[in-house]
């Protein structure tokens, strides 16, 4: 009988520690399932989190809970442990968003979808001006700074090409680390893309010989004005004096062969100055592009407007007045540049 009841007093505690076990078992799983469920103590305007190359799961389930983001990472990897799939992140910036849980983290951590940075190239900014914008984006690895205009050229494949016009403006977006050669390798070949199209379903019996010569023709028309309305009307001035062997007289092109030394006023005698760039010295187009055309150039440089206008002025105001002759030019100029009438 005393062997009976210690048989039962034996398997009562069994019964409890099996019931306690049961219940702590429960407990933490409920607290597991739990912790799947809440989101990230986040601020309210999200966080960042970098995961480095080779870095692991539950490293990384370790220094969220030191940034107080996860509050027990044993949870997360219990979970990387049931689903051992989810611990193959892959490395980058990614951008948390408020509410996001840490199902939604390693999923997206998993995904590859990195944070991305933007930069913009305005139209009309010259090759010097990409230059100086990229080395100051200090998310990019930068392989150009130092490099000489040529040998960075020479890095894109393009040897003995010059830069200027080659790189279409746009507001590119790249994951930290990503290299300035590669953005302007991306750059180059869009603009060769958009090139190509517009010389395609160009206008017949242009006085342009090539896709380079509309490239230079659309680099003036977007120095020349930022009215989008004016761009073919202004290319179509140009059109008409180049088939007429005038010169072009723009004043864009002699300020991009004054280069560094340009102070903001032309002279008379920066217009008699002679490099290959003075339009009101030389005839014809200049050697390259004065800088980066956008689609709406390039599209009037080979679709010009039809018209007999062969001068224009600025008003002041970005418009410019048309003029067919030199006399009604000249008026225009009195009235509009000498602000006589």
Known sequence: MAEKKKKSVVLALIAVVLLAAAGSAWFLWNRY???LRTPLKLPAEGAVVEVTEGETAVKLARHLQERGMISDARFLR?????HPELGRIQAGEYQLQPGITAEGLLALLTSGKVRLHGITFPEGWTFRQWRLALDSTSVLEHRTTGLSDQEVMERLGHAGEHPEGRFFPDTYLFPKGFSDLELLRRAYQRMEKEL???????DRELPLGSPYEALILASIVEKETARPEERPVIAGV???RLRKGMKL????TVIYGIGDRFDGNIRRSDLRR?????????AGLPPTPICMPGRESLLAAVHPAQGKALYFVARGDGSHQFSRSLKEHNRAVRKYQLKKR
């Open 33 to 35: 399932q739990t912790f």
């Open 78 to 82: 219990f979970h990387l442990h049931l």
């Open 196 to 202: 190509a199209s517009a010389w395609a379903g160009r």
């Open 238 to 240: 140009f059109i008409r």
């Open 249 to 252: 007289q723009t004043d864009p």
């Open 274 to 282: 002679d490099t290959p760039y003075n339009t009101y010295v030389h």
